[in-house]
RNA sequence: GGGCGGGUAGCUCAGUUGGUUAGAGCAGGAGCCUUUUAAGCUUCAGGUCGUGGGUUCGAUUCCCACCCCGCUCACCA
């Protein structure tokens, strides 16, 4: 059917020319509220008899509604929670039959006093009201059940999850608690930014669109920009820009935007995703690992200031946890993986069960070794240390063991947090670097990064020593919450168009 | 991409071993009801049963193909 045609659509479309038809203009521009719902619940006596003496004025959608001749009751639900409303006939005269175009999802403004009903709910005894906005499509609100022990039950509801990130709207209007998750968000990144702030950091902006992309390893988005004819990409990383303002001298950066893999979407992976990446003049990793290790803490009291997620975020204890990298596989494999070759490489990957290892490059072959043999099996937070030089084109090479770098990566259940080096600041190993990807990149490897000229260009001025640290927003949140899904920490995630 | 599960009313779901009018609750219309709260009672309406083919006297049901969604594996260092 079409949605024009719609029986339960026309019958809202006539409550609307009935309510044009008696002068009503239902779509209004503005509404003085003295009150929210919390508060108003909050102004109720504790006695049945009295009433509050203060009148207030709220506004927010009908989300229950139940008519009873001359009287009805209705639920209004705002930002703060919802609050019933009493409409009587005795009190509202001729206004009272406006009820009877109220439809459930209508958006008003009422005003009245607070009191308590029999049954003890405080309720607002509506004085006056106006339509704000007639909705015209129904909304599909559940039944809520308040239990005798206080919590809600709803019955049935808006639980499809195609339809609930389609239309993430309704789903917002509907399930309220949704919103609890990006009211989280919203404070972890508020107290990151607050951290770093406090550290003399300075926020910045780099350029979404980059005619050559790096700073990691994935497949971009390509675009095109028409005046200037020309290919551009979605930055898969910020890193190089930031490490160019480094070189400029604002010497601490960070950036919070969103970065684009053009991968595939699952579980734990959108199009796009929230990075947060920042850099230090004159840290390095050890400096980082400490800072990380505060920011997390930092982010998790966030979280837990934030009523459902209380109890879901885990309570640190620091430091954190430090492994070496290449201990910590040598172990598991029982023997030294930086003198294996490529060929025996291989052979170990295939006894460990990794698919198609035999067309795998040999950084790519020790990652997956590594996800295998310790990455998968950390659960508290975890830095593994100290990664191989061949796995790490942007880091500074260890001191004391030129086959390793300075680089860090915090684990926990099993995910990536956080990735971090004593950055490269030697141009003539970064352009071997670079080299190397490239010779990786025309192999095959559709990952491996290009040479950047002109990143290598800005090194040669002079770049400090630097540690940087990249943190992913919506894993990081998905941590701290327990949530399981990217898309329930994105507002709206990635979709085929319908 | 592989495996498994699913797509039936606006929402949440049953059901059809192939058969005539495809069901429920909520939401909706009409009616009754001046403290209800999953309000209640009476009544009415609401469906191309994901799409396209095939088999059949007859397909929402069986077969084939396709589309979409979920879970999962692979991929995503």
Redesign the pocket.
């Known amino acids: 059917?079409t949605d024009e045609l719609?029986?339960?659509m026309a019958?809202r479309r006539e409550?609307l020319d009935a309510m044009r038809a008696r002068g009503i203009e239902p779509f209004a521009y503005s509404f003085d509220r003295t009150s929210t719902a919390q508060h108003a619940v909050s102004l109720a006596p504790e006695d049945q008899s009295s009433e509050a003496s203060e009148r207030v004025s709220v506004a927010g959608r009908i989300v229950?509604?139940?008519?009873?001749?001359?009287?009805a009751?209705a639920h209004l639900a705002d930002a703060t929670g919802r609050v019933?409303l009493?409409f009587?006939?005795?009190e509202l005269g001729d206004a009272y039959a406006l009820i009877?175009m109220l439809?459930?999802g209508d958006v008003i403004g009422v005003s009245g006093v607070v009191?308590r009903?029999?049954?003890?709910?405080p309720?607002i005894r509506v004085a006056a009201f106006e339509v704000l906005a007639k909705s015209l499509r129904?909304l599909?609100f559940?039944?809520?059940?308040?239990a005798s022990d206080g919590s809600v039950v709803r019955?049935?509801?808006?639980?499809?999850?195609?339809?609930r990130?389609r239309q993430r709207y309704a789903d917002l209007a509907v399930n309220p608690e949704v919103r609890a998750t990006f009211v989280a968000r919203a404070g972890m990144t508020r107290a990151i930014r607050a951290f770093l702030d406090a550290r003399g950091y300075l926020e910045v902006e780099t350029p979404v669109l980059q005619p050559q992309y790096g700073g990691?390893?994935?497949r971009p988005f390509v675009t095109q920009h028409n005046a200037l004819d020309m290919a551009l990409y979605l930055r898969i990383a910020d890193e190089l820009y930031l490490k160019r303002l480094i070189i400029g001298g604002m010497e601490r950066v960070y950036e919070i935007g969103h970065d684009f893999?053009n991968?595939?979407v699952?579980?734990?992976?959108n199009p796009e995703f929230t990075m947060l990446e920042f850099y230090e003049a004159y840290a390095d990793y050890e400096v980082m690992m400490d800072v990380v290790e505060r920011l997390i803490v930092a982010a998790a009291d966030a979280v837990r200031a934030v009523e459902p997620f209380t109890d879901a975020v885990p309570v640190f204890t620091t430091p954190f946890r430090r492994i070496e990298w290449l201990g910590a596989i040598n172990a598991g494999l029982g023997t030294d993986i930086l003198a294996l070759d490529h060929a025996g490489l291989i052979k170990h990957a295939t006894r460990l069960g990794?698919?198609?290892a035999a067309a795998m490059s040999r950084?790519?072959l020790m990652?997956?070794i590594f996800?295998l043999l310790v990455e998968s099996k950390i659960v508290e937070p975890t830095f593994v240390v100290d990664y191989p030089l061949e796995?790490s084109p942007l880091a500074k090479p260890k001191r004391g063991d030129a086959r390793l770098t300075e680089r860090f990566e915090l684990f926990a259940n099993g995910r990536e947090l956080a990735n971090a080096f004593s950055e490269l600041n030697d141009p003539i190993d970064q352009r071997e670097r670079f080299e190397a990807q490239a010779a990786l990149r025309a192999a095959g490897d559709l990952?491996a990064a290009a040479v950047d000229e002109d990143y290598l260009r800005a090194m040669e001025y002079g770049m400090p020593p630097t540690g940087g640290v990249g943190i992913g927003i919506d894993r990081l949140l998905m941590y701290l919450t327990g949530i399981q899904?990217i898309r329930d920490v994105i507002l709206f995630p990635t979709?085929?168009p319908e």
Request: charged residues 35%.
């Open positions: 059917m719609h029986f339960l019958a409550k229950s509604m139940r008519a009873h001749g001359k009287t009751f019933q009493y009587r006939r005795d009877d439809d459930i009191f009903t029999r049954s003890g709910e309720t129904p599909p559940a039944k809520e059940e308040t019955h049935m509801g808006f639980s499809d999850p195609e339809q990130f990691a390893a994935a893999r991968e595939g699952d579980r734990t992976h990794v698919p198609r950084p790519k990652d997956e996800q796995l990952e899904h979709l085929r």
